[in-house]
């Protein structure tokens, strides 16, 4: 079946999207026909975005904000509003994944993943959700879907705030699903294992670099375009489903 604009009139936010899943997430949505609000800290590489999406054909704007940042996500907010019109799918990506034995007291690396991977989170629905509220009635349907990790299930040493960051994001998702079901917005939280992005890049501790980098090296990993598909498929489902979780693994890739 042809997948070309599936997603026509849609209106995506996508935070994160300077690179990575984000990036990759916006050029296919607007690839099969949604409007897209590009959201990240790095200008350039956001403008540089959406030179490409319009060249291709879409239609995308924008946005230099910091996800933890509450105010200037709900200046966004009503931006794409006004620009791009009411925001049916939010794409909930932002993070930043930081190792290092907890006797370190790398303390600082333990806020900002708290700040960036639980507040930058929620401060980003708390901005959109009122618009996949008043979407989901207009249309029928509406999508909230938030990046955690395999890492939220699983153990890794030296990963401890990471991973229950993404604990949060797992299980905020599922309670979020229960509160706006109800309203006709569908929640998911998808689950990757070790995707090719520059995440690897933010760890410090030698011995998690490491073993990334011969993991990265070695294995066939997933690659961004891969989440997005998943991203995609998600949001073209019938509105009466909803896939409250999806865990997507690198074949090798056994927990």
């Not at 690179?19 to 607007?30: D, F, H, I, P, Y």
């Not at 907010?77 to 907890?102: C, H, I, K, Q, Y």
């Amino acid at each position: 079946m042809s997948t070309a604009n599936t997603l026509e009139g849609r209106v995506a936010v996508i935070t994160g999207a300077s690179s990575g899943l984000g990036e990759a997430t916006a050029e296919l949505l607007a690839e099969r026909g949604a409007k897209v609000a590009v959201l990240a800290r790095r200008a350039d590489r956001l403008d540089a975005l959406v030179e490409r999406i319009e060249k291709n054909g879409g239609t995308a704007i924008a946005i230099a904000a910091d996800v933890t940042d509450a105010a200037a996500l709900g200046a966004a907010a009503e931006r794409v509003a006004s620009e791009l019109g009411t925001a049916d799918l939010l794409f909930n990506n932002a993070g930043v994944m930081l190792a290092s034995p907890v006797t370190e007291l790398r303390t600082d690396q333990w806020q900002q993943q708290i700040d960036v991977n639980i507040s930058g989170l929620m401060n980003a629905v708390g901005a959109f959700t009122p618009q996949l509220v008043r979407a989901a009635a207009a249309k029928g349907v509406a999508d909230l879907v938030n990046t955690s990790s395999i890492a939220a299930q699983n153990i890794f040493p030296t990963f401890a705030v990471y991973t229950g960051s993404k604990a949060f994001v797992s299980h905020a998702s599922r309670n979020l699903r229960a509160e706006l079901g109800a309203q006709h917005v569908r929640v998911s939280v998808i689950e990757p294992g070790i995707v090719k992005t520059e995440l690897q890049g933010h760890v410090t501790d030698p011995a998690a670099t490491a073993w990334l980098d011969d993991v990265l090296a070695n294995q066939e990993v997933l690659e961004a375009r891969d989440i997005a598909e998943a991203v995609a498929f998600l949001a073209a489902q019938p509105r009466r489903v909803n896939f409250q979780q999806l865990t997507v693994m690198p074949t090798f890739q056994t927990n």
